[in-house]
């Protein structure tokens, strides 16, 4: 029997942290009868209410994982699943049907890839395409930020330079980034050197700029509009309560980066009679363009707009780093938009600061996203630090963590691979 199956059918012991997830969504939860029943009710105990160490099955999931295990991908968009999926639809009011399952494929687009020389190295950056924003975000900041010196997170001029290059391409982000199947990006312009000189040079190096005053900039002169688990394995893996990343490589140099969503925490609460929460990423299109969306206050342009057969703009940032050509650091997190910001400090912690695979992930994250014109800090950041961004220009507010960074760092001397789960939450890096 698969893992997912076996995990699903025989269940888990549930933890402090889940009892806590399941009263802090009960409301929403409540409110539809599936979601009710799997989540809220435990059904070998009186429907009672889940206590820390009851174990938590999920019957009707392991069932659909096993027909999808026997008949493929086939099952979910026009088998037994799919059916499931448009009977729940029709009774309740949704608006899925059968041919929208069996019509759906998936985009394989190509990735993005940046070329950075620091000291004796060569390193290549892989990262997402639109209609993800990570990979045209993460290569804009790192051309921005390669023609100054960063030395590191107590110093306030790296700091500095860091929020300034996330504040200019959030609002390249909230202008440009879309659907690229139906709108122009001009993402050569958006990733090429000629746009990062010319946003570096509006960066003031004494103090803050106003996201009032900095706009998106305009990048298409600078580029054309397109560009376009086995043995002796690592997993490195972290849930979040919206998003999962994990970072999985084996013992030959495969690697893979995932990130996947269901957007809110518990996705739209609503759960399907196969057994599986509904996500909300409608949340990710923009309904009232200049409105900050629910649930990150990020703006976006009315070329992300809800429209048929359109994919949402997300800030998913799965990421790979070849040293030399060789696999080097596989990396991502959950997080919404402080995706981008956890994952552009862990590229930066490996390739350009020398941390070694755990402490780029331990070490302080800070955020900046445009607007609202504010810098996030985690509280590994002094009060002293903080009023030393607070001279400079910037307003601030703490917050618990951003990101949950999960990666795998290739030694460069002995090829081993360095499993780095993120301590701010769960996270867990193993071997096989």
């Not at 099952?75 to 037994?80: I, P």
């Not at 110093?155 to 139906?182: G, I, N």
Request: hydrophobic share 40%; glycine share 8%.
């Amino acid at each position: 029997m698969a893992p997912a199956i076996h995990l699903a059918q025989d269940g888990f012991p549930v933890t402090e942290k889940l009892v806590r997830e399941f009263d802090e969504e009960k409301s929403a939860l409540e409110q539809f009868s599936v979601s009710n029943r799997i989540f809220l009710s435990n059904r070998r105990n009186k429907n009672h209410s889940y206590k820390v160490g009851d174990i938590f099955r999920q019957p009707e999931l392991a069932a659909t994982l096993e027909r999808i295990a026997k008949n493929g991908a086939a099952d979910f968009y026009r088998g037994k699943t799919a059916r499931m999926i448009v009977a729940d639809m029709q009774s309740n009011g949704g608006i899925i049907t059968a041919d929208d399952l069996a019509n759906y494929r998936p985009k394989i687009r190509e990735v993005l890839r940046a070329h950075y020389q620091i000291g004796a190295h060569g390193w290549d950056v892989l990262t997402s395409p639109p209609p993800s924003s990570g990979g045209v975000a993460i290569i804009e900041a790192l051309n921005i930020l390669r023609q100054t010196q960063l030395k590191g997170w107590g110093d306030l001029q790296s700091v500095r330079m860091v929020l300034e290059a996330m504040r200019r391409v959030f609002a390249d982000r909230a202008a440009y980034l879309a659907d690229p199947d139906y709108s122009d990006i001009p993402v050569a312009g958006l990733i090429s050197d000629c746009y990062a000189r010319e946003l570096f040079a509006t960066i003031d190096p004494q103090y803050a700029s106003s996201s009032q005053e900095i706009k998106a900039g305009t990048p298409h002169a600078c580029g054309s509009a397109h560009q376009s688990v086995a043995p002796n394995t690592v997993v490195s893996l972290g849930e979040g309560p919206h998003t999962t990343h994990f970072s999985v490589v084996d013992a030959a140099g495969n690697a893979v980066a995932s990130t996947y969503t269901l957007n809110d925490s518990y996705g739209s609460h609503a759960t399907s009679s196969a057994g599986f929460l509904l996500n909300d990423e409608m949340d990710d299109f923009t309904t009232q363009p200049g409105v900050p969306n629910a649930l990150f206050g990020l703006l976006q342009s009315d070329a992300n707009s809800i429209a048929p057969h359109h994919r949402p703009l997300s800030s998913m940032t799965p990421t790979m780093l070849l040293r030399d050509g060789k696999l080097s650091f596989v990396t991502g997190s959950p997080g919404g938009p402080t995706i981008i910001s956890a994952t552009l400090l862990s590229v930066i912690n490996w390739m350009c600061l020398g941390m070694d695979a755990q402490a780029a992930i331990n070490a302080p994250r800070f955020h900046h996203q445009w607007l609202p014109d504010e810098v996030v800090l985690e509280k590994e950041f002094s009060p002293a630090f903080e009023q030393a961004l607070n001279t400079n220009g910037y307003a601030t507010k703490r917050k618990g963590h951003i990101g949950l960074v999960n990666a795998i760092g290739i030694d460069p001397q002995t090829s081993d691979r360095l499993g780095a789960a993120d301590p701010r939450d769960r996270g867990s890096a193993v071997g096989y």
